[in-house]
């Protein structure tokens, strides 16, 4: 099975979020709760297949993007509609409140 999470560039970026309801990860490889959070969100990633598509962005790789989207901690999900930033998951939680907080959102 082929990974669920795309990984975003910023060339990328624009096209991913531009349709439907996207939810981008912007994390940092030394970032613990980042790590903690990478397994969770491919499970749901799985979850959510045909709701909604996840990503991740790579805030030292692609700092403009992290901070035009005033990403100060990681991670931080941003979930986007239609390519509008519409909610904002601040921390690593734990699956079952993370699914409550997406399920609010889509």
């Avoid at 082929?2 to 990328?12: A, F, K, M, Y």
């Avoid at 990478?38 to 499970?43: G, Y």
């Avoid at 998951?89 to 734990?94: A, E, K, R, T, Y």
Wanted: aromatic residues 10%.
């Amino acid at each position: 099975m082929s990974n669920p999470i795309q990984h975003l560039t910023d060339q990328t970026f624009s096209s991913a979020v531009a349709k439907g309801i996207t939810v981008v990860d912007f994390w940092a490889p030394w970032c613990a709760p980042c790590r903690e959070l990478a397994p969770v969100m491919e499970s749901l990633a799985v979850e959510f297949q045909g709701k909604a598509a996840f990503a991740k962005l790579n805030v030292d790789d692609f700092t403009p993007l992290s901070e035009q989207y005033d990403v100060l901690s990681m991670p931080t999900l941003v979930i986007f509609k239609d390519g509008q930033p519409t909610e904002r998951i601040v921390g690593s939680l734990p699956i079952d409140q993370l699914r409550a907080r997406l399920q609010q959102a889509f």
